[in-house]
């Protein structure tokens, strides 16, 4: 089974033999190399993108120019993508902290295929109420806790995270400063 295939089935879950077959021959696999940008805010993505390996941060700049991270994703068959429409312009950057793979499928044949299709119109909603729920437990968790609830919430809901992306911006994520994770790590150990 290739990668495409395996993302399909697995990680998506599709049965429908046809459908496969129809995004395989329409789908892309794409390379980005560790520190490029897959998409900076304001570009419009080519298709809706899954990763296959690798990790990416999605961050946004404040308005003193910041960076700002808003989430991870390094999880495969995971949506490479806002949770949004996907033919708007980005709300935020999205940069490969490794060299990272993803599968791209063109916009226009997912629209085509959500309104020809319940499957996919299924699966994109599975997708939505997916991406809605992390990310409003990551806030909640975000907001709700202290730095030390917060570091020790992160390393339970993201095991292995804090060996794969620089320090940097997971203080960013927590929002805390480098020099508060720093502390916490040292105390933890």
């Known amino acids: 089974m290739d990668q495409i295939e395996l993302l ?4 998506l879950g599709i049965k429908d033999e046809d459908l496969i077959l129809q995004i395989e021959k ?18 419009a993505l080519p298709g809706v ?9 999605f961050y946004f700049l404040d308005s003193n120019g910041r960076e ?11 949506p490479v993508m806002p ?13 490969a902290l490794e060299d990272s793979t993803v599968l791209v499928i063109p916009n226009g044949l997912v629209e085509k295929l959500m309104e020809d299709n319940i499957e996919v119109m299924r699966l994109y909603n599975q997708l939505l109420i997916r991406s809605l729920t992390v990310h409003w437990e990551d806030k909640m968790a975000l907001h709700q806790y202290d730095a030390a609830q917060r570091y020790e919430w992160f390393l339970k ?14 203080a960013s994520f927590l929002n805390i400063s ?12």
Not at 8 to 11: K, M, Q, Y
Not at 49 to 57: A, C, K
């Open 8 to 11: 399909l089935r697995n990680a």
């Open 68 to 78: 700002h991270v808003d989430c991870f994703c390094g999880e495969f068959g995971y």
């Open 178 to 189: 480098p020099v508060t994770l720093s502390r916490l790590r040292n105390k933890r150990t």
């Open 157 to 170: 809901r993201y095991e292995g995270l804090i060996d794969r992306v620089p320090h940097m911006y997971i």
């Open 26 to 43: 329409a789908a892309s696999i794409r390379h980005i190399v560790k520190g490029n940008h897959w998409a900076r805010c304001g570009d």
């Open 83 to 95: 949770a949004i429409d996907f033919n708007m312009p980005l709300p935020i950057n999205v940069q």
């Open 49 to 57: 993108t899954f990763l296959i390996s690798g990790m990416f941060r």
